[in-house]
């Protein structure tokens, strides 16, 4: 089995695209540069905000392959590799060429909303399947079911090959319950970029952030000073980045995002329907709180 480190900062990556549609594969490259150069610990490819539900299988592999061949070794990549049909799911893992993978990060299963023995009993399934260290994902305002802090606890204590877990339910008491609780060696990190400094503070280990994609750097540096407990420097940079994290989540992920790496010059703001483009009122927003930060 791979050994993987989970802390610090990894960026979800969003999906650039033309007007027609069709993947912006120079503006990838050059995010994914922005990125690594900015300072971010690993990359995870093919999460929420890749726009994962409304990619092709052929364009997900697309994606893996470029970004595996664009990356060169630099830093690590987490793939996205979650679902809400256990045995479709297991399938795909054991059929995916993982050897240039560091870990999988795996969402709780959405729309058919299962019990925290279902829960359990999923993630079981994914950890037997896989042979590369899996991140539980635990989001849900999206999935419409919470891993509970007993059943993440549960999980991390029965199959060593899951490592850790991006904890984005907002709910303080369930990650200090998680952070006291879990066993030695059990990662926790935020999936809530506006938390990052208050739930590091309590003691998770990292981010896993949106709002990586266009300062990577400030949040490398926030991130690297909460692990120093340097918490003075990290608040600085916290509420620097705070308008921005909670403004580009107005009207949805990545929507907010994609509007801001537009007046950062380095992808367009295309997104795929459902989601459609921000409005001018969120752009007028974004571009006066990114003159204030740049």
């Known amino acids: 089995m791979k050994k993987f480190d989970l802390q ?59 970004t595996i061949e ?73 999935c419409g079911v919470n891993i509970s802090a007993d059943t993440t606890i549960q999980l991390a204590k029965d199959f060593p090959n899951i490592i850790g877990i991006k904890e984005a339910s907002g709910n303080m008491a369930q990650c200090m319950d ?30 896993i952030s949106v709002t990586a994609n266009a300062f990577p750097r400030l949040m490398s540096e926030m991130v690297s000073h909460c692990l120093k407990s340097n918490l003075k420097k990290a608040r600085a940079i916290h509420e620097t980045l705070l308008p921005f994290s909670n403004a580009i989540f107005e009207e949805g992920n990545p929507v907010g995002i994609k509007a801001a790496l537009e007046i950062l010059g380095i992808t367009s703001p295309y997104v795929r329907q459902p989601l459609v483009k921000s409005s001018k009122q969120l752009q007028t927003k974004l571009q006066t709180i990114v003159n204030n930060i740049i």
């Open 178 to 207: 998680i952070l006291l609780n879990r066993p030695q060696g059990f990662t926790v990190v935020s999936g809530e970029d506006a938390l990052v400094l208050p739930l590091m503070a309590l003691g998770m280990q990292g981010v």
């Open 8 to 66: 610090g900062t990894g960026v979800a990556l969003v999906t650039p695209f033309h007007k027609q549609g069709n993947i912006d594969f120079t503006a990838f490259g050059n995010l994914i540069d922005h990125t690594i150069e900015g300072g971010v610990d690993y990359l995870v490819c093919l999460g929420t905000t890749s726009e994962y539900p409304t990619l092709s299988e052929q364009e997900k592999l697309a994606i893996l392959a470029f």
């Open 70 to 142: 664009k990356v060169e070794g630099r830093v690590p990549i987490v793939l996205g590799m979650g679902g809400n049909d256990t045995r479709c799911l297991v399938d795909k893992i054991r059929k995916t060429d993982l050897s240039a993978i560091s870990a999988i990060l795996s969402v709780a299963p959405y729309y058919n909303k299962p019990n925290q023995k279902g829960l359990y009993s999923h993630f079981k399934a994914v950890a037997e399947a896989s042979d590369v260290p899996v991140v539980l994902y635990n989001v849900p305002g999206r």
